[in-house]
T-cell receptor, first 115, second 112 residues
């Protein structure tokens, strides 16, 4: 089991550009959550996808958007990049159960640097 | 509002010394608490969760609802315990979905 895989591992973009990050969940998982981890900070929740819909969202602007595909994989898109978007972006997958508290499996992350 | 506070950015101890990493939380409902660990150049991984009431790698954590705390303890620290430790809270939202709220982390450094 490959666990959660994220691509690319590193990325350098210029201010104003757009970026797409990708995540493949752990086998058997159907829910994908994205987190932003700035240097020296804990991961901050961006949003969560289940059944190809955004189910909940953290305090991030609309420049951050996402998508989930029928095979449960997911993309995180960030438009109009700012220097402050430089961070490690983590993907976490889980299995949804009603009222449940599933275990999360995290990927290694994508390190985004905006210059 | 959900909030997790880890007051110490760095905790430095000698091998064999006891360790306690502090975590306090704020949540109006009934939360689930976790400790995640990130070793150097490795991904974030679950260390333990309060409902399991188990000991992993010699670490234990007890949920104290009165003090809203979930401190992580180990009686005798080992050098391989050196890592970044994150306390996290999970609560089920009105949507029926849960999310993790993390603290800012504590770096544990165990010296020989």
């Amino acid at each position: 089991d490959a666990g959660v895989t994220q691509s690319p591992t590193h990325l350098i973009k210029t201010r104003g550009q757009q970026v797409t990050l990708r995540c493949s969940p752990k086998s058997g998982h159907d829910t994908v959550s994205w987190y932003q981890q700035a240097l020296g900070q804990g991961p901050q929740f961006i949003f969560q996808y289940y059944e190809e819909e955004e189910r909940q969202r953290g305090n991030f602007p609309d420049r951050f958007s996402g998508h989930q595909f029928p095979n449960y994989s997911s993309e995180l898109n960030v438009n109009a990049l700012l220097l402050g978007d430089s961070a490690l972006y983590l993907c976490a997958s889980s299995f949804y159960s009603v009222g449940g508290r599933g275990d999360y499996t995290f990927g290694s992350g994508t390190r985004l640097t905006v210059v | 509002a959900q909030r997790v506070t880890q007051p110490e950015k760095l905790l430095s101890v000698f091998k064999g010394a006891p360790v306690e990493l502090k975590c306090n939380y704020s949540y109006s409902g009934s939360p689930e608490l976790f400790w995640y660990v990130q070793y150097s150049r490795q991904r974030l991984q679950l260390l333990l969760r309060h409902i399991s009431r188990e000991s992993i790698k010699g670490f234990t954590a007890d949920l104290n609802k009165g003090e809203t705390s979930f401190h992580l303890k180990k009686p005798f620290a080992q050098e391989e315990d050196s890592a970044m430790y994150y306390c996290a809270l999970s609560g089920v939202m009105d949507t029926g979905f849960q999310k993790l709220v993390f603290g800012t982390g504590t770096r544990l450094l165990v010296s020989p």
